[in-house]
């Protein structure tokens, strides 16, 4: 589990996070949805420790990750997985070395059981013969599988996932959704998806948490997200230019 | 009035904040070599990019450096009747000051240019945020290798430019202008001892510091986009340089 409380965030004048309260369950996928600059890349990003709050309470399992030492930031952090909204690979390492880094860091693993789990886990996200590429000779679809892969390696308790399937053609889109399922299922972490990809994020989550002007509008499961009468959610999930959020 | 009195005051907080970062940057790259060591290949790597790649500009510079301090050495030591103290003249020069300094700059121009866009770039693609997130230490992988292999690297490329700038004037002095080839060597075993050399390597050790320190920590906070990371950069070759030669003056000044 993973909780917020009063989590205030300001970048120079531009307030961010305005006293956001969420409990993020555990063992489910919660999908974090809101119109773009509301901070929910920002949540994520505390949640990990990656962003220190002005002020609030940033709790994992209990345990509050704010004001501890580094070794017990990396010692909490050993649960997490992230995938990054720009997949955040290493430019200077091929696909391979990307994606065997955390095992060869992490894990006292041979060397022929690394390519085994490696040459799987690049399987798992539909790619075959790209471990010598470099990240610059990779679309932006299979930057995203590769760091993927990289995240659901070490099989993580938690993963956090920034917008996992922007820019991606629909059907790698719905394979990606539904390798998050299939390995939401198998392994049972807690998975937090900041998405924009509506209505096809609600054949995932359990939960959604729809985030407004830095705070929490609204948390239920996707049903009843989907059946809000709340006019800034009905209106966010329907794309209409009319209504309560305002473009300019 | 309390305008300019909060004006100054802001800039103050601004520049102690700044100090603070860097120096709590400095020792926190320090302590990790200690408490989180890296591995031999990543130093090795390093070595590589900072030294032997830059032996190249060190032979250039160094060469062109010992040939005019050749020329300029017998043009003023003729006027005494001195020409045999040219060796002595140029191995003084070099290995108590422009070899050292000399050498930084170069390497600060070459690699630590190169060092702060390569960090910055990794941190504005999140890079950086993607270590942490895998609960290893960016220091480890990125700072520390970079400054173990500058602390070995320095002396030793301001060893070979020493050795590369005393022949340049050699070829100037003793090829060129005539000055007798025993007096060159002569004159300047009979002058140089172990505390110039030592001083010398003792400047270049620090400088390696100063330009891993200040390469490394401009490009990790390097600020937004393209933008901030060639802001990164300039401010990084600047503050090194200034910092390498206001270094220069306190050691010279305590080790002669």
């Known amino acids: ?248 | 009035m309390s305008n300019l009195f909060q004006v100054i005051g802001n800039f103050s907080l601004a520049v102690i904040s700044e100090l603070g970062r860097m120096g709590w940057f400095l020792i926190n790259s320090f302590t990790t070599i200690f408490r989180n060591p890296c591995r031999p290949v990543f130093i090795l790597k390093q070595l590589s990019f900072l030294g032997a790649k830059s032996l190249f500009v060190i032979f250039l510079t160094a060469g062109f450096t010992g040939m005019v301090l050749g020329l300029q050495g017998y043009y003023t030591l003729t006027k005494f009747g001195s020409e045999g103290m040219l060796g002595t003249a140029v191995a003084l020069s070099l290995i108590r000051e422009l070899g050292p300094v000399l050498t930084a700059l170069m390497v600060t121009g070459r690699a630590g240019s190169a060092i702060t866009a390569e960090i910055g770039i990794m941190r504005i693609t999140e890079q950086i945020d993607a270590l942490e997130t895998m609960a290893l230490d960016p220091y480890k992988y990125l700072i520390t290798p970079k400054l173990i292999a500058a602390m070995i690297a320095l002396p030793l490329l301001c060893a070979i430019f020493d050795v590369v700038g005393i022949y340049g004037g050699w070829l100037v002095g003793v090829k060129l202008l005539g000055v007798n080839p025993g007096a060159y060597f002569y004159e300047m075993e009979k002058a140089v001892v172990w505390r110039d050399v030592s001083s010398g390597m003792i400047k270049s050790f620090s400088f390696g510091i100063i330009i891993a320190w200040i390469s490394c920590y401009k490009g990790y906070y390097a600020g937004h986009g393209a933008e901030g990371v060639s802001k990164a950069t300039t401010e990084s070759v600047v503050l090194t340089s200034v910092l390498i030669l206001v270094w220069d003056y306190f050691l010279t000044s305590v080790l002669l």
Do not use: C, W
């Open chain 1, 1 to 248: 589990m993973i909780k917020l409380t009063n989590l205030h965030k300001a970048f120079g004048s531009q307030k961010v996070l305005d006293g956001l309260n969420i409990t993020i369950p555990a063992g489910e996928i919660t999908a974090i949805i809101g119109p773009s600059g509301e901070g929910k890349s920002v949540m994520l990003k505390h949640m990990i420790g990656l962003l220190q709050p002005d002020s609030g309470q940033v709790e994992v399992e209990g345990e509050s990750i704010l004001g501890i030492s580094r070794s017990r930031l990396n010692t909490i952090r050993e649960k997490f997985g992230m995938l990054f909204q720009n997949a955040a690979l290493f430019d200077s390492m091929n696909v391979f070395e990307n994606v065997a880094f955390p095992l060869q860091e992490k894990t006292k693993l041979s060397n022929d059981e690394i390519h085994q789990r490696v040459i799987s886990a690049l399987e798992d996200v539909g790619l075959k013969n790209v471990e010598q590429k470099y990240t610059d000779q990779l679309s932006g679809g299979m930057k995203k599988r590769v760091a993927l892969a990289r995240a659901l390696l070490l099989n993580p308790k938690i993963i956090l996932f920034d917008e996992p399937t922007t820019g991606l053609d629909p059907i790698i889109k719905k394979a990606i959704h539904q390798l998050i399922k299939e390995t939401h299922q198998k392994f049972g972490f807690t998975a937090v998806i900041v998405s924009h990809e509506i209505p096809d994020i609600f054949d995932i989550a359990q939960n959604v948490a729809m985030l407004y002007h830095g705070k929490l509008l609204q948390f239920g499961t996707a049903e009843e997200i989907l059946n809000s009468e709340n006019p800034v959610t009905r209106q966010f999930i329907s794309g209409s230019l009319d209504g309560p959020i305002q473009m300019l």
